[in-house]
Protein backbone atom coordinates (compact mmCIF):
# COMPACT_ATOMS: atom_id res chain seq x y z
CA UNK A 1 0.00 0.00 0.00
CA UNK A 2 1.79 3.15 -1.46
CA UNK A 3 0.68 6.55 0.42
CA UNK A 4 2.91 8.50 -0.89
CA UNK A 5 3.00 8.08 -4.88
CA UNK A 6 5.66 10.03 -7.11
CA UNK A 7 4.10 8.73 -10.43
CA UNK A 8 7.10 9.74 -13.14
CA UNK A 9 10.05 7.82 -12.69
CA UNK A 10 11.80 10.82 -14.73
CA UNK A 11 11.75 14.20 -15.72
CA UNK A 12 14.52 15.96 -18.17
CA UNK A 13 14.38 20.10 -18.89
CA UNK A 14 16.72 22.90 -20.06
CA UNK A 15 18.56 24.57 -17.97
CA UNK A 16 17.45 27.98 -17.32
CA UNK A 17 13.82 26.26 -17.60
CA UNK A 18 11.27 25.27 -14.45
CA UNK A 19 10.94 21.73 -13.28
CA UNK A 20 8.26 20.63 -11.49
CA UNK A 21 8.28 16.89 -9.77
CA UNK A 22 4.46 15.48 -8.54
CA UNK A 23 3.45 13.70 -5.47
CA UNK A 24 0.47 12.04 -4.55
CA UNK A 25 -0.44 11.00 -1.48
CA UNK A 26 -3.55 9.00 0.48
CA UNK A 27 -3.12 9.51 4.03
CA UNK A 28 -5.12 12.36 4.96
CA UNK A 29 -3.43 12.02 8.17
CA UNK A 30 0.03 13.61 7.16
CA UNK A 31 0.53 16.73 8.69
CA UNK A 32 4.21 17.22 6.94
CA UNK A 33 5.59 17.03 3.89
CA UNK A 34 9.18 17.19 2.72
CA UNK A 35 11.08 16.89 -0.23
CA UNK A 36 14.49 15.69 -0.57
CA UNK A 37 17.31 15.23 -2.69
CA UNK A 38 19.76 12.48 -3.68
CA UNK A 39 22.78 12.09 -5.81
CA UNK A 40 24.41 8.91 -6.44
CA UNK A 41 26.46 6.89 -3.92
CA UNK A 42 25.18 9.56 -1.11
CA UNK A 43 22.44 9.98 0.79
CA UNK A 44 19.31 11.78 0.62
CA UNK A 45 19.76 15.71 1.68
CA UNK A 46 16.53 17.78 2.93
CA UNK A 47 15.47 20.49 0.59
CA UNK A 48 12.28 21.95 1.66
CA UNK A 49 9.12 21.02 3.68
CA UNK A 50 5.57 22.11 3.97
CA UNK A 51 2.91 21.50 6.81
CA UNK A 52 -0.20 20.96 6.28
CA UNK A 53 -1.84 23.53 7.24
CA UNK A 54 0.03 25.50 4.52
CA UNK A 55 -0.67 25.69 0.78
CA UNK A 56 2.72 27.01 -0.49
CA UNK A 57 6.37 27.56 1.14
CA UNK A 58 9.29 29.09 -1.00
CA UNK A 59 13.10 28.75 -0.29
CA UNK A 60 14.98 30.65 -3.08
CA UNK A 61 14.77 28.61 -6.29
CA UNK A 62 12.28 26.02 -4.42
CA UNK A 63 8.93 26.21 -3.89
CA UNK A 64 6.03 23.46 -2.66
CA UNK A 65 3.06 23.93 -3.75
CA UNK A 66 0.66 21.77 -1.18
CA UNK A 67 -3.23 20.92 -2.70
CA UNK A 68 -5.17 19.08 0.53
CA UNK A 69 -8.05 18.63 -1.68
CA UNK A 70 -6.50 16.73 -4.06
CA UNK A 71 -3.95 15.06 -1.91
CA UNK A 72 -1.25 16.46 -3.98
CA UNK A 73 1.44 18.13 -3.87
CA UNK A 74 4.40 19.44 -6.22
CA UNK A 75 7.97 20.57 -6.02
CA UNK A 76 9.02 23.71 -8.46
CA UNK A 77 12.69 24.11 -9.32
CA UNK A 78 13.14 27.92 -11.14
CA UNK A 79 15.49 28.11 -12.92
CA UNK A 80 16.50 24.74 -12.91
CA UNK A 81 20.37 24.54 -13.02
CA UNK A 82 22.31 20.98 -14.13
CA UNK A 83 23.44 20.77 -10.67
CA UNK A 84 20.08 19.83 -9.42
CA UNK A 85 20.30 16.99 -11.60
CA UNK A 86 19.17 13.88 -9.15
CA UNK A 87 16.59 11.78 -7.45
CA UNK A 88 13.85 13.28 -5.76
CA UNK A 89 12.10 12.19 -2.82
CA UNK A 90 8.60 13.09 -1.82
CA UNK A 91 8.36 12.71 1.59
CA UNK A 92 5.29 12.61 4.43
CA UNK A 93 4.75 12.20 8.17
CA UNK A 94 2.16 11.00 10.25
CA UNK A 95 0.58 13.23 12.91
CA UNK A 96 1.00 10.90 15.67
CA UNK A 97 4.74 12.95 15.81
CA UNK A 98 6.86 10.04 15.79
CA UNK A 99 9.12 11.77 12.95
CA UNK A 100 9.07 8.58 10.67
CA UNK A 101 9.22 9.48 6.95
CA UNK A 102 7.30 7.94 4.53
CA UNK A 103 8.61 7.91 0.95
CA UNK A 104 7.58 7.88 -2.58
CA UNK A 105 9.63 5.94 -4.72
CA UNK A 106 11.71 8.91 -6.54
CA UNK A 107 12.01 11.28 -9.29
CA UNK A 108 14.79 11.61 -11.53
CA UNK A 109 15.29 15.01 -12.85
CA UNK A 110 17.75 15.36 -15.31
CA UNK A 111 18.72 18.74 -16.26
CA UNK A 112 20.25 19.60 -19.41
CA UNK A 113 22.59 22.68 -20.26
CA UNK B 1 32.87 15.17 10.84
CA UNK B 2 29.64 16.78 11.03
CA UNK B 3 27.28 14.58 9.49
CA UNK B 4 26.52 11.12 10.03
CA UNK B 5 28.91 8.58 9.65
CA UNK B 6 28.19 5.07 8.69
CA UNK B 7 29.85 2.12 7.76
CA UNK B 8 30.86 -0.31 6.16
CA UNK B 9 29.98 2.03 3.02
CA UNK B 10 30.31 -1.51 0.92
CA UNK B 11 29.26 -5.40 2.19
CA UNK B 12 29.41 -8.11 0.04
CA UNK B 13 28.53 -11.53 1.98
CA UNK B 14 27.33 -15.00 1.32
CA UNK B 15 23.37 -15.48 2.28
CA UNK B 16 23.15 -16.91 5.52
CA UNK B 17 25.68 -14.90 7.47
CA UNK B 18 25.04 -12.36 10.25
CA UNK B 19 26.23 -8.67 9.27
CA UNK B 20 26.47 -5.28 11.68
CA UNK B 21 25.97 -1.98 10.06
CA UNK B 22 27.10 0.81 11.79
CA UNK B 23 26.05 4.40 12.02
CA UNK B 24 27.37 7.53 14.09
CA UNK B 25 24.52 10.00 14.26
CA UNK B 26 25.13 14.10 14.82
CA UNK B 27 26.61 14.75 17.85
CA UNK B 28 23.42 15.87 20.31
CA UNK B 29 21.12 14.58 18.16
CA UNK B 30 18.45 12.67 20.01
CA UNK B 31 16.55 11.15 17.22
CA UNK B 32 18.40 8.28 15.02
CA UNK B 33 16.27 6.37 11.87
CA UNK B 34 17.40 3.37 10.00
CA UNK B 35 15.73 2.95 6.26
CA UNK B 36 16.32 0.93 3.61
CA UNK B 37 16.45 1.49 -0.05
CA UNK B 38 16.10 -1.34 -2.41
CA UNK B 39 16.02 -1.50 -6.47
CA UNK B 40 14.20 1.18 -7.80
CA UNK B 41 12.40 1.72 -4.81
CA UNK B 42 11.66 4.71 -2.73
CA UNK B 43 13.09 4.16 0.85
CA UNK B 44 11.58 2.23 3.45
CA UNK B 45 11.36 2.77 7.25
CA UNK B 46 13.04 0.45 9.64
CA UNK B 47 13.10 1.64 13.32
CA UNK B 48 13.71 4.94 15.34
CA UNK B 49 14.91 4.83 18.62
CA UNK B 50 14.73 8.38 20.54
CA UNK B 51 16.30 9.49 23.65
CA UNK B 52 16.30 6.63 26.19
CA UNK B 53 12.24 5.64 24.97
CA UNK B 54 11.53 2.15 23.29
CA UNK B 55 12.27 1.63 20.38
CA UNK B 56 9.70 1.94 17.53
CA UNK B 57 10.15 -1.82 15.60
CA UNK B 58 7.56 -1.14 13.76
CA UNK B 59 9.52 -1.49 10.18
CA UNK B 60 11.49 -4.50 10.66
CA UNK B 61 10.72 -6.94 8.11
CA UNK B 62 11.27 -9.54 9.72
CA UNK B 63 12.89 -11.29 12.94
CA UNK B 64 16.22 -11.52 11.97
CA UNK B 65 16.32 -8.13 11.77
CA UNK B 66 17.27 -6.52 15.24
CA UNK B 67 18.88 -2.91 16.37
CA UNK B 68 20.34 -0.83 19.20
CA UNK B 69 21.71 2.26 20.36
CA UNK B 70 24.05 2.30 23.14
CA UNK B 71 24.93 5.38 25.06
CA UNK B 72 22.24 7.19 23.37
CA UNK B 73 24.66 7.67 20.24
CA UNK B 74 26.23 4.58 18.15
CA UNK B 75 23.39 2.70 16.56
CA UNK B 76 24.10 -0.63 15.31
CA UNK B 77 21.69 -2.62 13.26
CA UNK B 78 21.84 -6.45 12.57
CA UNK B 79 20.64 -8.63 9.95
CA UNK B 80 20.61 -12.87 10.93
CA UNK B 81 21.10 -15.56 8.38
CA UNK B 82 20.95 -12.96 5.52
CA UNK B 83 18.76 -13.19 2.41
CA UNK B 84 18.95 -12.36 -0.91
CA UNK B 85 16.07 -10.16 -1.03
CA UNK B 86 18.07 -8.19 2.23
CA UNK B 87 20.44 -6.84 -0.55
CA UNK B 88 19.48 -3.30 -0.61
CA UNK B 89 21.17 0.53 0.68
CA UNK B 90 20.48 0.82 4.89
CA UNK B 91 20.70 4.39 5.54
CA UNK B 92 20.40 6.02 8.68
CA UNK B 93 19.44 9.49 9.67
CA UNK B 94 19.38 11.46 12.77
CA UNK B 95 17.88 14.65 13.93
CA UNK B 96 18.10 16.61 16.93
CA UNK B 97 14.48 15.40 18.46
CA UNK B 98 11.72 13.16 17.27
CA UNK B 99 9.44 15.58 15.79
CA UNK B 100 7.41 15.49 12.57
CA UNK B 101 8.95 18.87 11.33
CA UNK B 102 12.62 18.55 12.04
CA UNK B 103 14.23 17.43 9.25
CA UNK B 104 16.54 13.72 8.83
CA UNK B 105 20.18 14.43 8.06
CA UNK B 106 20.99 10.94 6.02
CA UNK B 107 24.57 9.36 6.48
CA UNK B 108 25.50 7.65 2.47
CA UNK B 109 24.11 4.66 3.40
CA UNK B 110 25.58 0.83 3.74
CA UNK B 111 25.00 -1.04 0.42
CA UNK B 112 24.42 -4.18 1.25
CA UNK B 113 24.89 -7.23 -1.60
CA UNK B 114 23.79 -10.80 -0.51
CA UNK B 115 25.26 -13.50 -3.16
Known amino acids: DQQVKQNSPSLSVQEGRISILNCDYT??????FLWYKKYPAEGPTFLISISSIKDKNEDGRFTVFLNKSAKHLSLHIVPSQPGDSAVYFC????????????FGQGTTLQVKP | GAGVSQSPSNKVTEKGKDVELRCDPI?????LYWYRQSLGQGLEFLIY????????KSGLPSDRFSAERTGGSVSTLTIQRTQQEDSAVYLC?????????????FGDGTRLSIL
Open chain 2, 93 to 105: ASSLVRQNNQPQH
Open chain 2, 27 to 31: SGHTA
Open chain 2, 49 to 56: FQGNSAPD
Open chain 1, 27 to 32: NSMFDY
Open chain 1, 91 to 102: AATVASNTGKLI
